[in-house]
């Protein structure tokens, strides 16, 4: 499948399932290396990372490390904040700990500044962030990504965990939305 079409908006195939696989075996890899002894706790975000996860989880081969899943939720009967987003679902304590946020795509960087923030409020001894994918060009935070898989122009991306409106998760590659 070369193109697909969701909702309204036609999709072309940008980065094959080889490739997104290879490049999260070399990520892998480096955190095999980097992460020994340090008992790390991965921390997926929920919902776009789950594919990202998964694949690079079964490729850490220490012993010593857990995952967990999060999801960013909007405050509800809040006033003041509609940008607020609490990180619900973290039931382990982290103080003291190395934490490896797993993101699927840092694109202004506000998510990942904002999980990073509410990290670090729970004392851990270190937060570390993987991302897939990230848009260079987008960036207006200075966030600091310790592991970054690929990086990519400034378009709307489907596929690989990723949505648009809902729909496009499954797709094993990831897809980039057409100029028309
Ligand atoms: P940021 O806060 O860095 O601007 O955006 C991060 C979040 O926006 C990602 O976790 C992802 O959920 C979403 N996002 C950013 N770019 C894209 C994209 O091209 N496609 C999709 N489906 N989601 C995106
Ligand atoms: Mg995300």
Avoid: W
């Avoid at 997926?44 to 989880?57: R, T, V």
């Avoid at 270190?126 to 990504?145: C, G, H, S, Y």
């Avoid at 489907?158 to 094993?172: A, H, K, Q, S, T």
């Amino acid at each position: 499948m070369k193109q697909v079409k969701i909702h309204d908006k036609n999709f072309q195939l940008f980065i094959p399932y080889e490739k997104i696989r290879a490049t999260i075996e070399k990520m892998a890899e480096t955190m095999n290396n980097d992460l020994k002894e340090k008992n790390p706790l991965f921390l997926c975000i929920l919902n776009g990372s789950f594919m990202f996860a998964a694949e690079l989880f079964k490729r850490i081969s220490l012993i010593q490390t857990e995952i967990s899943f999060v999801k960013l939720a909007s405050y509800r009967g809040d006033k003041t904040s509609g940008q607020v987003k609490q990180l619900i679902g973290l039931n382990e304590v982290i103080e003291g700990r190395t934490v490896v946020v797993l993101e699927d795509i840092v694109d202004s960087g506000l998510t990942i500044e904002n999980i990073q923030g509410q990290l670090k409020l729970l004392n851990p001894r270190e937060v570390l962030v993987a991302t897939l994918l990230l848009k260079p060009d987008a960036l207006i935070r200075d966030v600091k990504l310790d592991y970054v898989g690929m990086e990519i122009p400034n378009d709307f991306i489907v596929g690989y965990g990723l949505d648009y409106d809902g729909l496009g998760r499954n797709l094993i590659d990831i897809y980039s939305v057409a100029n028309e």
